[in-house]
């Protein structure tokens, strides 16, 4: 039985754990890492139940890039945007309209000024130009166009804040929705707003009503909540999504609720009262946006499409409909928990659709009580428990209760729409763990360094430390695992080899194969089987698992290649020729483990997926690419790298055919050029392959002018050339034998 006497220490931090985050629940003070953990959090809750489907009540009218191929570069005149009102209200008889856009300036895309200075200078006495001037001065005025098509109609108009000291102010606000003084001494903390960029007073003086679009990103960058109300001036206005849903609800007030408190000061905001809704806000009258899904989970129109009459008009009659933009160069794009790149303007279609369907989610101020008391629960259970418990049935607490936790927690959510704070519970619970299992460190110490001594013979002293970390997971038996595993060999070795004194050869071997060994060990934290002179054969997720371990060995192997040519003008100052070498990479089942004789062991793979890597390697230097991958290993690299089909293959060896694939490069990092060559290659290839002699012949012609001689097309135009002579046989599969290593 342990003691407590023995166990002060661990008590003592066990009591600080707590006492730091109790002071950080009650908002004493806020460490920015635990706060950050806690925002992961809330993303991972909102992702992982997020309602899925399109909701019908809300379209979103999208200037993407088809209308603005379609219509012009934005911004488009005033008279096209009426003409989109106009369509909008009339025609297809939206509910009401948004602007997730704001008309800050005057519009003189019809060159109005222009004529009106020409009319008071050079054509002042010219009749003619005057009377035709005033008869067309009303049509060329697009922004009195644009507000006649905004009078009457249940237009909303959108606008921004800013929040700089001695912000810019420009355009007119519309009329505040709550008086100045409406939260005096009151725990309130509404966002204070110190200018604006609004819209022009005739647009302002037709519209319905206007409402700012501005988001509430968090530290670090992701839009999590929208202010409702901002105040500026002493007055409140709204935000566009609370102004579309009061002009759908025909403008009714805008009433805060408090909680009752004896004492007025410290009662807090929990809701903003709008006709039947009752809207959970925070301290500084802001909302929590509920995603329903990832970015398009609303019906998107194509602005082109309605202002051509292309939409059906069920998609808009009776709809809440927002106006904003997709298009990348227009810079509405936000991070946001569901997406790292989600439109602006559908959080509000979010904030909307939660608003009417009653599922915005709440922070109550209660709840900082309620994780108070959680975290003295969790506290004192796992401190009594820990000092009494071995390390598994420790282990499986501290699990439990971590699963406990986070399940309750997400449930909370799901089913109530409150966002209890997590991370100060987890971290806790993680804490207080780690604290108990420090005391048997130096045991387990010795344990580890057992391990490392043991395979610290076979694999990098990276993999090593990683894993001295769990070494009960590691083990030297042979196993038969899926791996992916390198061969690397110089081309023209021997000459290059003839030509050198032996101590010279060994310099150069040792520079290019010490580069070759970095890239693979240190930058991809493969683990190198073994040199075979010239050749470098290595593999990856083994010892330690490695999901990605194909594509950890692919740019190794693109990494390698780069490394030969960045050592190439060192290696020419010292009178070395410059190296160029063949790589082959192939991913399948293979057996790994210690290996050999009780005279010599190694760590190594074996296999017919290694024989197939070597084999691969042979043919870099048939079809004149630097590396080749298998089929596996292609379809293991999910994304992030473009590879060229080369052939389908049957080596020597082995009886089924392989598709064999040369890796370009990181998608990012390839030339459009480049791109554009791969794909004219493949295009060859399904013509080769259907026997259509002329067009892939044509099309090799074309690449050879465009790209410059390749070993790869003349390999081509070489087999047309024969097969036209003596035809493949009937069912030909495109299949390329080889009969030699």
């Not at 009650?26 to 899925?52: F, K, S």
């Not at 004896?262 to 009262?273: G, Q, S, T, V």
């Not at 790292?340 to 303007?345: E, N, S």
């Not at 080596?651 to 030339?671: L, N, S």
């Amino acid at each position: 039985m342990k003691t407590l006497r023995k166990y002060w220490l661990q008590l003592l931090l066990s009591l600080a754990v707590l006492v730091f985050f109790l002071s950080y629940a009650a908002y004493a003070w806020r460490p920015r890492l635990v706060e950050q953990i806690d925002l992961w959090l809330y993303d991972a809750r909102v992702a992982l139940t997020m309602q899925g489907g399109v909701d019908p009540r809300t379209v979103i009218v999208d200037v993407d890039e088809k209308s603005l191929a379609e219509v012009g570069q934005w911004p488009w005149p005033r008279k096209t945007v009426a003409q989109l009102v106009t369509r909008l209200t009339q025609d297809y008889k939206a509910a009401a309209v948004g602007f997730d856009i704001v008309f800050a300036e005057r519009d003189v895309s019809s060159g109005l000024p222009v004529l009106k200075q020409l009319a008071a200078t050079e054509f002042k006495d010219d009749p003619a130009f005057l009377a035709r001037l005033d008869t067309l001065q009303q049509s060329l005025d697009y922004d009195g166009v644009l507000a006649k098509s905004l009078a009457g109609r249940p237009v909303v108009l959108g606008y921004y804040f800013s929040f700089e000291p001695n912000a810019p102010r420009a355009g007119v606000l519309p009329k505040a929705v709550l008086p100045a003084g409406m939260f005096k001494g009151r725990n309130v903390r509404p966002v204070q707003a110190t200018g604006f960029g609004a819209n022009l007073p005739v647009l302002m003086a037709q519209a319905t009503s206007a409402g700012h679009f501005n988001p509430r990103p968090d530290p670090d960058g992701v839009t999590r909540r929208v202010a409702l109300l901002v105040e500026h001036d002493g007055k409140y206005y709204e935000s566009l999504s609370l102004a579309m849903v009061r002009a759908y609800l025909n403008f009714p007030k805008i009433e805060p609720q408090y909680v009752e408190s004896p004492l007025r000061a410290y009662a807090p905001l929990e809701w903003l009262k709008v006709g039947p809704l009752m809207l959970p806000v925070d301290e500084e009258v802001s909302a929590l946006v509920p995603f329903r899904g990832r970015q398009r989970s609303f019906k998107y129109l194509s602005a082109s499409d309605v202002l051509n009459g292309r939409v059906r008009a069920e998609d808009l009659a009776g709809r809440m409909v927002l106006v904003g933009t997709t298009a990348p160069g227009l810079n509405d794009l936000r991070v946001a928990p569901v997406d790292a790149v989600y439109p602006g303007v559908e959080i509000h279609a979010n904030l909307i659709a939660g608003m009417l369907g009653d599922t915005l989610p709440g922070k109550p101020d209660y709840l900082i009580g309620a994780e108070f008391l959680l975290l003295i629960c969790l506290g004192g259970v796992m401190t009594v428990a820990l000092i009494r418990l071995n390390p598994l049935p420790a282990t499986l607490l501290a699990a439990s209760l971590v699963l406990l936790v986070t399940l309750a927690d997400f449930a909370l959510w799901k089913y109530s729409r409150l966002a209890l704070p997590l991370a100060a519970s987890l971290l806790t619970i993680m804490l207080l763990y780690a604290i108990s299992m420090a005391y048997g460190y130096f045991f387990e110490s010795r344990n580890k360094k057992q391990m490392a001594s043991l395979f610290g013979q076979y694999v990098p002293p990276e993999l090593v430390e990683r894993m001295s970390e769990e070494p009960e997971k590691y083990s030297m038996e042979g196993q038969s695992r899926e791996l992916t595993v390198l061969f690397s060999d110089v081309r023209s070795f021997t000459t290059i080899s003839e030509s050198m004194e032996p101590k010279e050869l060994t310099r150069f071997m040792n520079e290019f194969l010490t580069t070759l060994s970095n890239v693979i060990r240190t930058r991809y934290l493969g683990t190198i089987d073994k040199y075979m002179g010239d050749c470098v054969m290595a593999f990856w997720g083994a010892p330690i698992h490695d999901p990605d371990h194909a594509k950890n060995a692919v740019l190794a192997g693109l990494d390698m290649q780069r490394a030969m040519r960045e050592i190439a003008p060192a290696m020419k100052e010292k009178g070395w020729p410059e190296v160029f070498i063949g790589v082959g990479v192939n991913t399948g089942r293979m057996t790994v483990g210690d290996m050999g004789s009780q005279i010599r062991k190694a760590y190594t793979v074996m296999g017919d997926s290694v024989n197939l890597a070597a084999r691969l390697e042979s043919l870099t230097k048939h079809y004149g690419v630097g590396m080749i991958v298998g089929e596996h290993t292609r379809q293991a690299v999910k994304d992030g790298v473009l590879f060229r089909e080369l052939d389908r293959v049957k080596v020597k060896g082995r009886d089924d055919p392989v598709t064999i694939y040369e890796p370009i490069g990181e998608t990012g990092a390839v030339e459009k050029p480049l791109r554009n060559s791969v794909e004219l290659f493949h295009m060859a290839l399904k013509h080769y392959r259907a026997q259509d002699w002329d067009l892939a012949e044509l099309q090799l012609i074309n690449l050879s002018k465009q790209a410059g001689p390749s070993r790869l097309y003349q390999v081509y135009l070489e087999r047309i050339a024969q097969f036209r002579k003596v035809p493949p046989p009937p069912g030909w599969d495109g299949v390329h034998e080889f009969d030699s290593k």
